[in-house]
DNA sequence: TATGAATGAGTCTTCATTCAT
DNA sequence: AATGAATGAAGACTCATTCAT
C-alpha cells in the first residue's frame, strides 16, 4: 500500500511530530547517522517506534525535517548580519562582533555542525538542500548590502567569499586548535581581506 | 587470545596488505563508508574475507591506513605549491596557475574527497589526523616560503587563510555551480585577496 | 473487559458495515490477504481504523463476511444450471451453453478467485465453509435434476463429479493457457464426459 | 552491493543449503508460508540466520527450491503411471490401482499440499512453474502412452483430463469427506470416465 | 458510536567479525 | 598464512489491534 505519511493537524498531533524531529535531529547530530536508531529516537522523543513511521517516510525525513528547523541556525547565522552603511565607515567593527557572535553560536552546536557537515558530503540530498540555502543566504545578504548602499559590482561574489572567509575563521578557532597559529592575528587578517573586499 | 595483528615481512603479504588498502579505500571514497562492506573490499582486493582481519583491526583500520597513503594527493595538493622568490613579483600568476591545476587534481578525486570530508566531520580520530597533516602542510609551506625570501612575520597565520581560501574557491567552483556567481570574477578576487595578505 | 463486537441495529450502521465487507473483501481478492491491511480497507470503506473493530472480531472476520456474502457468485454460479427434463435429450447443449457462461463469469473475478482459492487452502474454517457451501450446492443442484426426472441412482456423486468436470475446464480454460493442448477438444471430451455420466 | 548468492560446492555446505531447503519447505507446508519465519526455519536447520541468506535471495527463494525439490512427489505422483499396452484391457484396473496407490501419497502430504496449492493461487510466480511442470508431465504421460500404443489422437486432452479427474477424486476423497457422497460409487464413475475417455 | 493517534511485538535482512579447516 | 563458511546481534520498518477523546 502506498505510504500514507499524515500530516498532523491536531494540536498534540504537531507537538508529536516537532517531539521526534527534536529527538531525532539532536540524536543525529550528537552521535551520527548510523549510530543513531529509530528505536532510540523514539524512546528519546517519548512515543513508540510505530509512530515515528506515521509521521515520517523513514530515518532520514527525520533528519531533513531537523535540518530544515534548526539548520538555519546553526548553518547561517551570518542571515543576521546586518552592516551599517556604506559610508559609515564601520564595516570592520560590524564584521568583527558579528564573527565574536558567531563563534559563540558555533561553540554552542559543535557537535551538530559537524555531523550536519559530514552529512553534506556523504548524501546529495543534503548537499542539494545546504547549496541552495547557501544560494538563499547570500541573496539575502546581498539586499541587505545594497539597502546599505554598498556598490552593487559583484556584489554577490564578495558576499561569499566574505561568508567563506567567516566560516573558515570559526571553523579554526573552534575545532582546529592548531598550536602554532596566533587566532588573534589570524583573526585580524581575515577581517583585514573581507574590508579590502568591499572597499573602494 | 587477543588476536594479534601482524605486521607482514613477506614480500607477498606486504602486496596483499596493499592491495586491501587500496581496494578498501577506493570503494569507500566511491560508494562511502556504510555503504562498503568488508565482503566486497576482499573481493575486490582479490583475496578472502578472513585475512582482513590478520592485517586489519576492523574495517575502520583499513580506511585510516588508506587515509594516510593517499589522503595527501586528494587533500593537500598545495604541499607541491612552490612561490617563486618575493622580489620577483610573480606570486599572482603563481598562485593563479597553481589554483587551476588545484581545480585539475580536484575534479577526477572529487568523490573521494566528499566522503572523506564526511568522515573528517563524523569521525574523531580521522578529524585529528586531517588536523595534524594540515598543520604539517602549513609548515612546509612556510619552510617554502621563507626560503623564498617572503617576510617572517605571521607567515603562519596567512599561508593558513591562503590555504583556506584556495580550498574555498575551489570547492565552489568544482561542486556548488551556483547560478548567480560569477566565478571567474570569483577567483578574481579571491586571488586578489591572496597577493594582499603576502603584500608588504 | 472482553471487547464485545456489536451486530448494528440501526441502517446506518448495517450499511457501513456492509461498505467495510464490500471494502475489505474487493481488496483482499485483488491483492491477497497479506497485502492488504486494515487501514487501507477503512480508507476504502470510508470510516475509520478503529470503527473496524466494532464490528468485527479481526481482519480475517472481514474477509470471512464477503466470502460468505459474495463468495457463490464467484464459486458457484453453477447453482443456477437448470437441465431440461431427462428426455428431452437436450442435455448435451445445456451443459454447452451452461458452460460458456460459467467461463465468462471466471474471467471476470478471476483475481478474485484465485485469491480465494488460495485462502480455502491455507486456512481451515475457509476450508470448512467452503466445503459445506458446496455440498449444499451439489444438494440443490441434486433437487433440480430430480424435479426434471433425473434418475435418482447415484445422483449426488454423478453431480459431484460434473461439477469438478466443469471447474478443471474452466480453469484450464481461463489460466493455463497451455499451448499444446486444444481447448475446444477438451472442451468437447468434457461434455461428453459430463454427458456420459448421466447417461442411458 | 549486488547479492552474491554462493552455489556451495564443498560437502558440507551443500548439506548444509539441502538442511535449509528441507526445514523451510516442512515448516511453510506445515504452518504456512506467512507463519513461518527465518528464525526458525534457521533453528529448525540447525544453522545460524544469516547463512540461510548467504544461500538464498529470501523466504521465498527457499520455498521455491523447496517445491523444485519436493515438489513433484507431491503434485505429480502420475508422472509414474503407466498403463500396459493398449489391446491388455487392463486399463481399468491400472488406473484403480493407480489411484489407490495415488490416495496413499497425498494422504502422506496432506497438509504440504494444500499450503503449496495455496501458493500457486496467490503468487505468480509459483503458479507459473507449477503450469509448466503440469504440461512437461503431459508430455512425459503422453510419450508413454504412444508407447503402449493408445491411439495418438486427441492424446494430450485426454490424458489432461484424466489427470484432472484424478487430481479431482483423490482430492474429494482425502480433504472433503462430504458425508452424503459415497466415494466408492464416486471412484467408479471416475474411473468409468476415464475408461471412456481412451475407449474405442 | 466514531475517530485516528498510538502501540510495540514481530519480520526480514545485513554485515562486521570469528572460527574451523 | 589463508580460506570462506558461519555467527548472531542489530536495525529499519510494518501492521493488527487498542485507547484516549
Known amino acids: 500500500m502506498e505510504e500514507m505519511i499524515r500530516e498532523p493537524r491536531q494540536k498534540r498531533a504537531i507537538e508529536k511530530k516537532n517531539k521526534i524531529i527534536e529527538a531525532g535531529f539532536q540524536l543525529i547530530c550528537q552521535n551520527g547517522y548510523y549510530n543513531t536508531n529509530t528505536k532510540e529516537i523514539a524512546l528519546e522523543a517519548g512515543v513508540s517506534t510505530g509512530i515515528v513511521y506515521q509521521y515520517f517516510k523513514d530515518k532520514?525525513?527525520?533528519?531533513?525535517?531537523?535540518?530544515?528547523?534548526?539548520?538555519?541556525?546553526?548553518?547561517?547565522?551570518?542571515?543576521?548580519f546586518k552592516p551599517e552603511p556604506y559610508d559609515n565607515n564601520n564595516f570592520y567593527s560590524t564584521v568583527q562582533s558579528f564573527i565574536s557572535d558567531y563563534i559563540q553560536e558555533h561553540k554552542i552546536s559543535q557537535v551538530a555542525h559537524e555531523e550536519i557537515t559530514a552529512m553534506i558530503h556523504s548524501n546529495q540530498e543534503v548537499a542539494n538542500y545546504f547549496y541552495e540555502k547557501e544560494l538563499y543566504v547570500t541573496d539575502c545578504l546581498k539586499k541587505v548590502f545594497l539597502e546599505n548602499h554598498f556598490p552593487e559590482e559583484h556584489l554577490s561574489e564578495k558576499i561569499h567569499i566574505m561568508m567563506g572567509l567567516v566560516?573558515?575563521?570559526?571553523?579554526?578557532?573552534?575545532?582546529?586548535?592548531?598550536?602554532?597559529?596566533n587566532y588573534d592575528i589570524m583573526t585580524e587578517y581575515v577581517l583585514q581581506s573581507i574590508v579590502n573586499l568591499f572597499e573602494k
Open 60 to 80: 532520514f525525513d527525520i533528519f531533513m525535517d531537523g535540518l530544515k528547523k534548526y539548520g538555519d541556525d546553526i548553518f547561517f547565522p551570518i542571515i543576521h
Open 167 to 181: 566560516d573558515l575563521l570559526c571553523h579554526e578557532i573552534i575545532y582546529h586548535k592548531h598550536s602554532s597559529i
